[in-house]
C-alpha cells in the first residue's frame, strides 16, 4: 500500500522509504520492522499501475486489508440504509451522527454482524437507533454521561451505564458484562471524543478486536488514530508539524507533542493494530474547502480525502429517494474519515 502525493517532497525523516512512480509522483509508506505488505502505519493508498487513475485522494491511512470491498460494500447497503434513514428518529440530528457517519456504521455491522454493540458516546440516543435497526436482535450496551432523550432501546438484554449510572469504558470490569467470547464477537463504536489510540489500546488489553471511531479528526479534540499514523506530520501543513499537540477527553488534555512521543505512539498503533480502513466519502461537492475550518493547519483539503464512493452528479441520483430536510452539500463537511480496526488478539491472562 503507499500513497500517491502530487507534489515532490525534497526531504523525508528516516521512518519513510520513498520511491517514484512512472508517472513521477512520490511514493511515500512508512517503514515498520517486518517490513511485510499490508502491516505498515503510515498515510497510503493503493497503487496502480493504470496512470489514468484518479489519484485525487492522497495521505489515506491505510493497515492490512479487511475481507471485503468496502466500496461495493456502501454501494450495495445503499438503499436500505436510505430506507431505514427515512425513518430517523430526531431530524437532523445535529452536534450526532449524521448520512455519511450513519451509513458506513449501518455497513460496518451488517458486514460484521455482531453478537454485541457496544456504544460508547451516545448523545441523544439517534446512533443507537440505526445500530438497532442494522443488527436485529444483537445485544447493544451504552455508555454515555447523559441520558438519551430521543431514543432509548428497550430490548431485554439491552444495558445502559448513562446519567448517574456511567462509568467510563475503562473503569468496567468486563469479565462481569461479557466474556472473552463474546468480547471478541463485539463491535465497539467510539463517540466520546477520547483519544482513538488510547481507546484501542485500553480494548485491545480488554480482548476487544473490532472497533470503529467517529472522531477520528487529523486535527481536534483528541488524538485520533489518523495521528498516530503519521509521526511525521505529513497531513499538516510544514510550519506547523513540530508543533502538534496530544489532545485527549475533549482537549482537556492538551499539551506539546514531541517527535520522540510521536515515533511511540506510531508504534504503539503498529503493535495494536491488524487492520486500519478509513472508509471514503460517498461524494464531494463545492464548499467541500470549508473543511480549512475545521482543521486550519491541513494541506489543502482536496490532499487528505480519498477519491469519493460517487461523483457528486451520480450521488445526486442514488440519494434521490432521501427524504427532506436534507442537504448534498452539508453532508461531507461532518465527515472525520470513520475507520474500520481490527486489533490484534492479544493473549489474556
Not at 517514484?20 to 511514493?27: E, K, Q, T
Not at 475481507?67 to 430506507?83: C, Q, Y
Not at 470490569?173 to 468480547?183: G, K, M, T
Request: hydrophobic letters at 40%.
Amino acid at each position: 500500500a503507499a500513497v500517491v502525493v502530487p507534489i515532490v517532497l525534497t526531504a523525508l525523516a528516516s521512518l519513510w522509504a520513498a520511491t517514484v512512480s512512472r508517472s513521477g509522483h512520490v511514493i511515500l509508506q512508512l517503514k515498520t520492522g517486518a517490513d511485510r505488505m499490508g502491516s505498515g502505519v503510515g498515510p497510503t493508498m493503493p497503487q496502480t499501475n493504470d496512470m489514468s487513475a484518479d489519484t485525487r485522494g492522497s495521505l489515506v491511512c491505510h493497515m492490512g486489508s479487511p475481507d471485503w470491498d468496502i466500496r461495493e460494500l456502501l454501494k450495495s447497503h445503499l438503499v436500505d440504509f436510505i430506507e431505514v434513514y427515512n425513518r430517523r428518529p430526531g431530524g437532523e440530528n445535529p452536534g450526532g451522527i449524521r448520512f455519511f457517519h450513519a451509513h458506513f456504521l449501518f455497513t460496518l455491522i451488517r458486514t460484521l454482524k455482531p453478537k454485541h454493540v457496544i456504544e460508547s458516546g451516545a448523545h441523544r440516543g439517534i446512533g443507537t437507533w440505526f445500530i438497532r435497526q442494522a443488527c436485529g436482535d444483537c445485544q447493544i450496551i451504552v455508555i454515555s454521561p447523559e441520558n438519551q432523550n430521543v431514543y432509548v432501546d428497550h430490548q431485554s438484554n439491552s444495558r445502559y451505564f448513562t446519567g448517574s449510572q456511567f462509568k467510563d469504558f475503562n473503569n468496567f470490569v468486563w469479565d462481569e458484562i461479557l466474556d472473552l467470547p463474546a468480547r471478541r464477537e463485539t463491535l465497539i463504536f467510539f463517540d466520546d471524543h477520547q483519544s482513538g489510540l488510547r481507546r484501542s489500546l485500553e480494548a485491545r488489553e480488554r480482548g476487544f478486536v473490532h472497533l470503529a471511531f467517529d472522531d477520528n479528526y487529523i486535527e481536534g479534540d483528541n488524538f485520533s488514530l489518523k495521528q498516530a499514523c503519521d509521526p511525521e506530520g505529513l497531513y499538516i501543513q510544514e510550519p506547523f508539524r513540530a508543533q502538534r499537540r496530544y489532545r485527549d477527553n475533549f482537549s482537556k488534555v492538551d499539551r506539546p507533542l514531541s517527535p520522540e512521543e510521536r515515533s511511540r505512539h506510531a508504534a504503539e498503533m503498529r503493535e495494536a493494530v491488524e487492520v486500519y480502513v478509513e472508509m471514503p466519502p460517498l461524494w464531494m461537492s463545492s464548499p467541500m474547502l470549508r473543511y480549512r475550518d475545521r482543521c486550519k493547519h491541513c494541506v489543502a483539503p482536496e490532499l487528505t480525502w480519498d477519491r469519493p464512493v460517487w461523483e457528486l452528479p451520480k450521488a445526486l441520483e442514488v440519494t434521490r429517494q432521501v427524504k427532506a430536510p436534507f442537504s448534498m452539500t452539508e453532508q461531507p463537511l461532518m465527515y472525520t474519515f470513520f475507520p474500520y480496526v481490527r486489533l490484534k488478539p492479544q493473549a489474556m491472562a
